[in-house]
Nanobody, 121 residues
């Protein structure tokens, strides 16, 4: 089975930066889209950014111009560079991957366990 492991979360002051990483490992697969979601206390999980295998990106309005998503396909890894962080960015950030298994002709979504990002004012 495939597992996604996030890293890079932590505590940062408003205006600071953090970079999140998510590495996929396990059985033979191909990753189509990858993305980052976040969930703040008492709120629903929401999309932050997504990226296709070819590099096309999509960002939620609140993070446009501040966050950058990228991926290293050979490493099955996706990154989220977060700049100009605000207190409202505080949340648990989750990595997501859309996996395809060629031998099974099957697609599935896999989620990481999340990493905490806390932005202090």
């Amino acid at each position: 089975q495939v597992q996604l492991v996030e890293s890079g979360g932590g505590l940062v002051q408003a205006g600071g930066s953090l970079t999140l990483s998510c590495a996929a490992s396990g059985s033979i697969f191909s990753i189509n889209g990858m993305g980052w979601y976040r969930q703040a206390p008492g709120k629903q999980r929401e999309l932050v950014a997504a990226i296709t295998r070819s590099g096309s990106t999509n960002y939620a309005d609140p993070v446009k111009g501040r966050f950058t998503i990228s991926r290293a396909n050979a490493k099955n890894t996706v990154y989220l560079q977060m700049n100009s962080l605000k207190p409202e960015d505080t949340a648990v950030y989750y990595c997501n991957a859309d996996l395809f298994y060629p031998l099974l002709d099957e697609s599935t979504l896999v989620w990481g366990q999340g990493t905490q990002v806390t932005v202090s004012s």
